[in-house]
């Protein structure tokens, strides 16, 4: 007997699998290149699709590199209230205020954005990634194709698709359920999330290998239930982590002094 929605995820995960080759391809190569010349390969997201960024770094099996672009403002810690889902849903709807937040991340030219986002509509992750292109950066978006022939909420006219340089899909559907219910009008059990997650690690394991093609090995982060791994090895990690920061964000000083000057 087949399981209501674990069959269902996997069918599409491998149908997305298929129809995605050339764009990990080419997104691997971005981000190998990225990685390679020790830029970032930076993450956004709003609402649920924090979660794939979260999901992808700092997490046992990924490595150094990866720079998740995490505004609690779009994010929800709660359901009503301060912090409430009504919140978030406003505000990544809202145009002009991503470029306000990242203003203020060391997004150099030579880097890569991933921006996950399943409608592919909001305000959020649009501009973000415009903002991205026009700051010298490669943009990833990995979304559902589903969407993407909907008619543009955008001033710019723009889904997440038109706006990126390569579009991985995740294959979800548009209600992004994926399970019936006999008796029920509309189906449960959301799809789109889990989805990104498997197209994301999909993408960073051929990075990886591409990176190991080239003789470049990155710092990986290993669970210290590992005989031999304690704590103190990811702590090690941290610091590189942080060493690249720095040195990000001073290449950045230049572009974020002229950005306030600006505005001021």
Not at 12 to 26: G, P, R, S
Not at 153 to 159: D, E, L, Q, V
Not at 161 to 171: L, S
Request: overall charge neutral.
């Amino acid at each position: 007997m087949s399981t209501l929605y674990i069959s269902r995820l996997v069918k599409i995960a491998e149908e997305a699998a298929a129809a995605n080759a050339e764009a990990f391809a080419k997104a691997s190569s971005a981000v190998c290149e990225t990685l390679a010349n020790r830029g970032l390969v930076h993450l956004y997201g709003s609402g649920h699709s924090v979660l794939p960024v979260q999901e992808t770094y700092p997490r046992y099996g990924s490595y150094l590199g990866f720079n998740p672009l995490t505004d609690p403002r779009v994010m929800w810690h709660n359901i009503l209230g301060a912090g409430g889902v009504r919140e978030l849903l406003w505000l990544e709807r809202t145009e002009n205020y991503a470029d306000k937040f990242l203003d203020h991340q060391p997004l150099n030219p030579g880097d890569t954005l991933i921006v996950f986002g399943h409608s592919g509509s909001n305000a959020s992750g649009i501009e973000a990634a415009l903002y991205a292109k026009k700051r010298g950066l490669t943009v990833i978006a990995i979304t559902a194709k589903s969407n993407m022939d909907k008619p543009a909420s955008h001033s710019s006219g723009k889904r997440l698709p038109h706006a990126a340089d390569i579009v991985i899909d995740t294959g979800a559907p548009i209600e992004d359920a994926i399970v019936p219910i006999k008796g029920w009008s509309r189906p449960v059990a959301g799809s789109s999330t889990v989805l990104a997650m498997i197209m994301m690690h999909e993408l960073l394991a051929e990075s990886a290998q591409k990176l190991a093609d080239r003789g470049i090995e990155l710092p990986v982060f290993a669970s210290p239930t590992i005989a031999g791994v304690t704590l103190h090895d990811t702590d090690i990690i941290y610091g590189q982590y942080r060493e690249l920061m720095l040195e990000a964000q001073q290449k950045h000083l230049p572009h974020f002094k002229k950005s306030m000057a600006k505005e001021g």
